[in-house]
């Protein structure tokens, strides 16, 4: 998801435990060698952890840390569905961490010589929606890999419903997922070969990561699968868990096995110097706060001049995260099944490091600390007021409820929003540039409640018993 449009993007793609959280048996934990900072401290993680999980009603989380280049834990908390404690291969889907997955097979058949990051995509693939448009013979794989295709997120998104350039191709940042599945059908077509066979052959099966596929079936180990949950701990039942191969989401992958394509991009992707310096190279500006490069989202300003890779993704009932640190070797890989998992995940990466803050806002707000909102004091009397049942535009419902002198905004596949006051009517997030904005009727009374990004806007209607 892109950053400064995280919240929103989810809002618009998600249309649509009573286990007991104990500790997987066959945990990995180690120590880290001396390299001159203070790594996180394991007992005290674990405790927080597992506290999260119950206050967020998230079943399964799976970690893996990575000190030096090497991976030093490796755990899955929680119980699988029959109760028994949660395999570490239990499998988990990343929606959105599949990109930095396929960037990486897309970069190492440039390594090979069998791929041009400059070369014009239309040699290969066009799509017949764009056809007729000039920018089809200019986008390129480096525009997909920098998020300046030109393209929506998805093409639903656009009034017509067909795909379209919105602009020049290179321009600007806009995240898609169109862009990196129009650039899977160019290496489809050139290779013949199907994006499950070249990740198999080219990345997978070296890094010796055997429970990893870009398309599954719904049934093989089903009984390793982390099934979905909502914000309240209540299973997402599906009638078809199938996934079909995407270049954007849908990946579905085991800790242990992130952790190893995470330690092998620290290491440099087997790739040469000059092609990983373009990986890590800001190629565009998201906001100040954030820069653009292949694939991954860079985070500057770090302390030691340290900088950071990140990519996180959400789905409804999935979220994950992965945080490297290239100069000092070290990472984080964390994968959930809950509506609550981005929180979750943010909480980790915050505990683990101690820049973990910095890099969670950085990566989360477009504002500079400084410009960070103040909080205010709103008596329950008042935040009552605004508590109720609002109805999305497609009819979705969404619910305000005042919990210990707060309010929380719950809606179906994105996470719990804790919603802080700044005002009388307007309230902030912490990790996230979203504002809340309850609007009044002529007679005080409050009747709708907008969740706003920049020029996007979602207006609830409240709903009348």
């Not at 070296?206 to 599954?216: A, G, R």
């Not at 719904?218 to 079909?244: C, H, L, P, W």
């Not at 092998?264 to 373009?278: M, N, P, Q, R, W």
Request: glycine share 8%; aromatic share 8%; net charge neutral.
């Amino acid at each position: 998801m892109p950053v400064t449009k995280h919240i929103f993007a989810i809002l618009i793609t998600t249309l649509s435990l009573n286990s007991t959280c104990c500790l997987a048996q066959q945990a990995i934990t180690g120590k880290a060698k001396n390299t001159g900072h203070t790594g996180p401290d394991f007992k005290t993680l674990d405790a927080k952890i597992l506290q999260w999980q119950q206050e967020l009603h998230i079943p399964n989380v799976g970690v893996g840390l990575i000190e030096n280049g090497v991976i030093v834990k490796s755990q899955v908390y929680g119980n699988d569905h029959q109760g028994k404690p949660a395999p570490r291969d239990m499998l988990f889907e990343v929606a959105s961490v599949t990109k930095v997955v396929f960037t990486t097979l897309v970069l190492k058949l440039v390594q090979e010589g069998k791929w041009n990051l400059d070369e014009r995509l239309y040699n290969y693939y066009v799509d017949p929606d764009v056809a007729s448009s000039p920018y089809a013979k200019e986008i390129t794989t480096r525009h997909v890999l920098s998020h300046q295709s030109g393209f929506d997120n998805w093409r639903w998104m656009n009034p017509s419903g067909k795909l379209v350039f919105n602009f020049e191709p290179g321009k600007k940042f806009n995240y898609s997922g169109e862009g990196m599945e129009y650039l899977r059908l160019a290496i489809e077509h050139k290779f013949h070969k199907s994006l499950t066979q070249l990740s198999d052959s080219l990345l997978f099966r070296p890094l010796h990561m055997y429970n990893t596929s870009h398309e599954w079936d719904g049934k093989k180990d089903f009984v390793r699968y982390a099934r979905m949950y909502d914000s309240e701990g209540k299973e997402i039942v599906k009638t078809d868990y199938s996934v079909q191969a995407s270049a954007a989401a849908g990946l579905t992958t085991t800790v242990d096995d992130l952790s190893e394509f995470a330690v092998d991009i620290l290491k440099g992707a087997h790739l040469s110097k000059s092609l990983y310096s373009e990986m890590v190279k800001p190629q565009v500006e998201i906001n100040p706060n954030l820069q653009q490069g292949l694939g991954w989202r860079i985070v500057s300003g770090l302390s030691n001049n340290e900088y950071a890779l990140e990519h996180a993704g959400n789905d409804p009932g999935v979220a994950s995260i992965i945080v490297l640190l290239p100069k000092s070797k070290r990472g984080i890989v964390v994968l959930t099944n809950g509506d609550n998992g981005l929180i979750m995940c943010n909480n980790i990466v915050r505990a683990a490091f101690q820049d973990g803050p910095l890099i969670i806002y950085k990566a989360y707000k477009s504002a500079p600390v400084s410009e960070m909102p103040r909080a205010i004091k709103l008596a329950d009397s008042v935040l009552n007021g605004f508590a109720g049942s609002y109805k999305r535009p497609d009819g979705v419902a969404v619910t305000v409820t005042l919990k210990d002198n707060a309010l929380v905004l719950k809606m179906s596949g994105i996470p719990d929003l804790n919603l802080i006051p700044q005002s009388q009517d307007r309230f902030y997030l912490l990790d996230l540039d979203a504002k809340i904005v309850f609007t009044k009727d002529d007679k005080g009374q409050v009747n709708a409640v907008s969740i706003e990004d920049g020029q996007n806007v979602i207006k609830c209607a409240k709903v009348y018993n």
